[in-house]
């Protein structure tokens, strides 16, 4: 089969941290066989359709933390948003959506592990355990293959049936959606409270679709960095959008909070939203949220922060809870049932081949600035 295959190596590292050009950092496309299914109750899947996530990018450009390479298993397919074709068994044809957490059920280790047992598979503590080596998910392990590919392997347990009135476009944004509501309903949204989104690439459009469905009643604030982003953004439910550069204006506006200029430029409120949901994951972006949220207010760090640097100190002094927001807790369901009405497809950019992986990768990042959010690598016409 045909598959796009990652092999980290720190000379590849630092090149794509040089660089930033993708594949420096050890992307290449080659013909291998395709992957085993480890066990009974694994089936062969087709992709049809497979996404290019931030932390793919930062990955291949050298900014993805070290600390995550562990969690991994070297030569790997990558490709975790995934929008597939059941190739054997039972369910042969059938079009599904992939859960990619490799959890203690997917790896057959038993006991489950505390966090599976109360269904938080993304936190599975015995990665590296069991049927499968070492990964997160399928995508970052050498053993199940990834969405990048003509083939891959997934438990049963991973997959979700695609409902037949959602597009292969609508289906392939189901897993990042999930992501989203899963850290929306971490941050607790309730009606009357002042929210900020900051960012509106994928992650930040669909956290405030989330928003808007899980708490209608409450202020949502989306700081973009795009004129199309901003439009986005209100169209999936923002009641007020600015530039990042704006966010501390737009929130002194809307929350009644006094804002300070002081040392250096620096500006700060004193007050400011109830919750903010960074879904950057740069210093920058990490700093911005915590000076726009009031004391004793909530920080939810949604997009995959890498190396970064930032000022916490009004962390500190506000007594802000900071807390991290990644995978999913049984949200694959509501994420499929939304994806439909919201008709997500719509969002995706036109699909691109394989080989032409290096100009999709230069892409991605510059997609939102047209007004789409995802970029996605298309296999249905590579058979």
Request: glycine share 12%; proline share 6%.
């Amino acid at each position: 089969m045909l598959a796009l295959e990652y092999t980290p190596s720190v000379a590849r590292h630092v090149a794509g941290r040089v660089s930033r050009r993708a594949g420096a950092g050890g992307l290449r496309l080659r013909r291998m066989a395709p992957p085993r299914p480890p066990g009974r109750d694994w089936v062969s899947v087709r992709p049809r359709l497979s996404g290019i996530c931030g932390s793919d990018q930062a990955l291949f450009s050298g900014s993805a933390s070290p600390y995550l390479g562990t969690l991994t298993s070297a030569p790997f397919v990558p490709g975790h948003e995934i929008v597939g074709e059941v190739a054997g068994g039972p369910r042969r044809g059938e079009r599904v959506v992939v859960e990619p957490a490799l959890s203690c059920v997917v790896r057959g280790v038993e006991p489950e592990c505390p966090e599976c047992a109360e269904g938080m598979s993304a936190l599975c503590r015995n990665t590296g355990e069991g049927a499968v080596s070492a990964g997160l998910q399928i995508g970052y392990c050498r053993d199940t293959g990834g969405g990048w590919s003509e083939g891959l392997v997934a438990h049963a347990s991973q997959l979700h049936a695609v409902p037949a009135e959602l597009s292969d476009e609508d289906a392939v944004l189901i897993e990042p959606l999930a992501c989203c509501l899963h850290a929306t309903r971490a941050a607790e949204p309730r009606a009357g409270q002042a929210i900020a989104v900051v960012g509106a690439g994928t992650i930040g459009a669909l956290c405030v679709a989330a928003l808007r469905e899980l708490a209608p009643e409450a202020t949502v604030v989306c700081a973009a960095k795009h004129p199309a982003q901003e439009q986005l953004a209100r169209r999936l439910g923002a009641d007020h959008t600015c530039s990042p550069q704006r966010l501390h204006v737009e929130a002194a506006r809307v929350t009644g909070s006094r804002r300070l200029v002081g040392h250096l430029g620096r500006e700060l409120l004193l007050g400011g939203f109830d919750t903010v949901l960074d879904c950057v994951g740069s210093g920058e972006s990490v700093e911005t949220a915590v000076t726009v949220t009031r004391p004793r207010g909530r920080v939810m760090l949604v997009g995959m922060p890498g190396q970064v640097r930032a000022d916490l100190s009004l962390a500190w002094q506000r007594e802000l809870e900071l807390r991290g927001a990644y995978g999913y807790r049984g949200d694959f369901p509501a994420a499929i049932e939304l994806a439909g009405r919201l008709r997500l497809g719509r969002l995706v950019a036109e699909g691109w081949h394989l080989r032409d992986h290096r100009d999709a990768l230069e892409h991605a990042p510059r997609a939102s600035r047209s007004g789409s959010i995802k970029t996605v690598f298309d296999l249905r016409g590579e058979r």
